[in-house]
């Protein structure tokens, strides 16, 4: 384990792993817009304003996803002591905190047509903008403490501690009374979502994944690269 976290080991892979996801990314985005945007039917309420699911649901469900990750790595480092891990977290953090604010504007856009309203601070709402602000901590200890060792303690705190805000978010339509309805896919119970809606749903989410594997795997390489050159400039 400890040797396939090797930052050696791990560089020869990336580029690899960057001209695939380019060569089919852009086909299975095609594919994925076509079928949730032409494809796929209108709601028989919200009309064809329920298209904005199929990107607001996925960007939700990555920004969940992003900061649970690292949490679980900050948690490992501070157990195993593993640099690479605090690389790994730093590469995933700015897109998390992108797919945050994507969530937060697409459900704004769908809240106008859906609710009449813009904004309105139900619990859901208010966690995710919570979420965001954790993840603004996370990055900016690593952008005003020079002390490495120092930022990667503090950004791995703000990472535990903001990971307590993920089931609340989760759970926050059932705990309280809220705009949003409850979840309509369910992974232990039945779904209440048609497959016709189901299918461009996944879809972009793939995609979606997808074009988060691009990006950290180019910020990654990014960070080892300045690794590497960090660790020259001391010999």
């Known amino acids: 384990m400890i040797k396939f976290f090797n930052i050696s080991s791990i560089f020869v892979w990336i580029e690899k792993l960057i001209n695939f996801i ?3 990314f852009f086909i299975l985005l095609l594919i994925a817009i076509s ?7 209108a709601d028989y309420l919200q009309g064809d304003s329920v298209r904005i699911m199929y990107v607001h649901v996925p960007a939700a469900w990555i920004a969940l996803g992003s900061f649970s990750s690292l949490a679980l790595l900050s948690f490992l ?3 195993f002591k593993i640099k690479n891990l605090s690389l ?3 590469s995933i953090a700015p897109i998390g905190l992108m797919f945050t604010f994507l969530a937060i ?3 704004s856009l769908w809240g106008r047509p859906t609710w009449g309203t813009f904004w309105v601070w139900d619990a859901r709402i208010t966690s995710m903008v919570i979420l965001a602000f954790f993840y603004f901590l996370f990055i900016l ?3 005003l403490i020079l002390d ?3 930022a990667n303690r503090i950004s791995s705190l703000v990472a535990i501690i903001g990971f307590i805000n993920v089931p609340i978010i989760k759970y926050s339509v059932d705990w309280w009374n809220t705009l949003h309805q409850p979840a309509s896919i369910k992974i232990t119970g039945s779904s209440t979502i048609h497959s016709s809606m189901m299918l461009p749903l996944l879809l972009m989410f793939f995609v979606l994944i997808l074009y988060c594997a691009l990006i950290f795997l180019m910020k990654y390489k990014t960070e080892i690269i300045r690794i590497k050159k960090k660790n020259l400039k001391r010999l």
């Open 105 to 107: 504007v697409t459900g």
């Open 35 to 41: 079928i949730a945007l032409i494809f796929s039917p």
């Open 148 to 150: 490495e060792e120092k």
């Open 141 to 143: 200890s690593h952008k």
């Open 77 to 79: 480092n501070f157990i």
């Open 22 to 24: 380019n060569s089919i």
């Open 88 to 90: 790994i977290s730093k």
